[in-house]
């Protein structure tokens, strides 16, 4: 299957810093997700991209759809407390194609 | 409800024995989706239906796991003698369509002892 790189895997912040990672993949993708999963609970969507160069937000949230449709990008501007989780990316091929997931990145704030 | 219901939460199984897992998608979602999450790991597709029809079940492990959507709704997942590396939480999606953003539940966190 198709292998998704997130990095960092996890970061420990400060309330109010801003934090960003990144998603990359060998293969182009068409659709990039980005997902939030707090524990014993699904991923929840944050943002969904469809086009190469895309930047699109949600409140503190920005996210980005790579030029070259292989990597994505998302920040979180003035972090607090209720950002914790794992952060994680998917992308899809093709529509109607499968969704593969990143490893993930373990966001901890520290108040 | 208005999102992804799945059922039981959480499951225990002795080794050997059956399970099934079910997943309620929102309602006129056409295209249902289920992942397996072991710890620390990213979902990882399993199979992927399109209203009753599954069109890819590359994902499944083995024959022991079976998945059905009989009426285009309600989907079930199977697990036949169960063993320890099943362990792990199975989460279902759904989505509009194919190529739209899927919406998943809070999973079935399955433990085989």
């Known amino acids: 299957g198709q292998q998704l790189n997130q990095s960092p895997q996890s970061m420990f912040i400060q309330e109010g810093e801003d934090v960003s990672m990144n998603c990359t993949s060998s293969?182009?993708?068409?659709?990039w997700l980005w997902y939030k999963q707090e524990p014993g609970e699904g991923p929840v969507l944050l943002i969904a991209?469809?086009?190469?160069?895309e930047l699109t937000s949600n409140g503190r949230l920005t996210a980005q759809f790579g030029i070259t449709r292989k990597d994505s990008f998302l920040n979180i501007s003035a972090s607090i407390p209720s950002d914790v989780g794992i952060y994680f990316c998917?992308?899809?091929?093709?529509?109607?194609?499968?969704?593969?997931f990143g490893t993930g990145t373990s966001l901890t704030v520290i108040p | 409800g208005a999102g992804v219901s799945q059922s039981p939460r959480y499951k225990v199984a002795k080794r050997g024995q059956d399970v099934a897992l079910r997943c309620d998608p929102i309602?006129?979602?056409?295209?249902l989706f289920w992942y397996q999450q072991a710890l620390g790991q990213g979902p990882e597709f399993l199979t992927y239906?399109?209203?009753?029809?599954?069109?890819?079940k590359s994902g499944l492990p083995s024959d022991r796991f079976f998945a059905e959507r009989p009426e285009g709704s309600v989907s079930t997942l199977k697990i036949q003698r169960t063993q320890q590396e099943d362990s792990a939480v199975y989460l279902c999606?759904?989505?509009?369509?194919?190529?739209?953003?899927?919406?998943f539940g809070d999973g079935t966190r399955l433990s085989i002892l």
């Open positions: 999606a759904s989505s509009a369509r194919g190529s739209q953003p899927q919406h």
């Open positions: 293969s182009i993708f068409n659709t």
């Open positions: 991209l469809y086009k190469a160069g």
């Open positions: 998917a992308g899809q091929l093709y529509a109607g194609n499968q969704f593969y």
């Open positions: 309602s006129g979602h056409v295209s």
């Open positions: 239906f399109q209203n009753e029809a599954q069109l890819d």
